[in-house]
């Protein structure tokens, strides 16, 4: 697997984790990008999603005000900042490569995934 998402952890209810996508043999820098998260017995679902350029971003309805998407093109790095972390934030966290350069919500809109990184949220 080349597409690589790192930073997950275990953190109290309140803490804060910063995750990284990155791919050092492909370059992603004019795709959309996107993280999902999975829990345990549910659907993989958007968590945020970003632009090719960084200038558009969305965040599901869960997240948003406390989750923070960006990229640094330079890098061929996506972020995924996660403040002020609840317990229901605990999952399996995906980065997925946009098919085209566009922002989108819809997991068919991925066709390139990495192996995820857990995330745990104790209260």
């Known amino acids: 697997v080349q597409l690589q998402a790192s930073g997950g952890g275990s953190v109290q209810a309140g803490g804060s984790l910063r995750l990284s996508c990155a791919d050092s043999?492909?370059?992603?820098?004019?795709?959309?990008v996107a993280w999902f998260r999975q829990a345990p017995g549910k659907d993989r679902e958007i968590v945020a999603a970003i632009n090719w350029s960084g200038g558009r971003k969305t965040y599901a309805d869960s997240v948003r005000g406390r989750f923070t998407i960006s990229r640094d093109r330079s890098k061929n790095t996506v972020y995924l900042q996660m403040d002020s972390l609840k317990p229901e934030d605990t999952a399996v966290y995906y980065c997925a490569v946009g098919r085209d350069s566009f922002i989108s919500t819809h997991i068919t809109s991925y066709n390139y995934w990495g192996q995820g990184t857990q995330v745990t949220v104790s209260s």
């Open positions: 043999r492909r370059t992603f820098s004019n795709n959309g």
